[in-house]
């Protein structure tokens, strides 16, 4: 089993808060999972996830920057050999606009 650990999440949601979209950090924060698994395989690779959100009758698009991070512990005692552990931290996110 595959788990992935978000090691700055605060400000990840500090960010979301400033643009006033706090209430997708949830959602941002499956995709962000959901991404790994498939996107990032390299230690301090960098991946973006796009989302899309409703705010003021309108639809916009904020991109968050993330970094897979190198895991420095070592196997817990007893932790089957089918369970990983990804470490990502947050970097940036920024908002698209529309041209």
């Given at each position: 089993?595959?788990?992935?650990?978000?090691?700055?999440?605060?400000?990840?949601?500090?960010?979301?808060?400033?643009?006033?979209?706090?209430?997708?950090?949830?959602?941002?924060?499956?995709?962000?999972?959901?991404?790994?698994?498939?996107?990032?395989?390299?230690?301090?690779?960098?991946?973006?996830i796009d989302t899309k959100v409703f705010v003021?009758?309108?639809?916009?698009?904020?991109?968050?920057?993330?970094?897979?991070?190198?895991?420095?512990?070592?196997?817990?005692?007893?932790?089957?050999?089918?369970?990983?552990?990804?470490?990502?931290?947050?970097?940036?996110?920024?908002?698209?606009?529309?041209?």
């Amino acid at each position: 089993m595959l788990y992935v650990e978000l090691v700055n999440r605060s400000y990840l949601e500090s960010e979301l808060e400033r643009y006033g979209v706090i209430e997708i950090v949830e959602v941002v924060i499956e995709r962000l999972r959901d991404e790994v698994i498939h996107l990032a395989s390299n230690v301090y690779e960098q991946f973006i996830i796009d989302t899309k959100v409703f705010v003021g009758n309108v639809f916009k698009t904020f991109t968050a920057t993330f970094a897979m991070l190198e895991s420095e512990d070592p196997p817990e005692v007893g932790s089957s050999e089918d369970e990983f552990f990804k470490y990502v931290e947050f970097i940036s996110l920024y908002e698209l606009e529309k041209e």
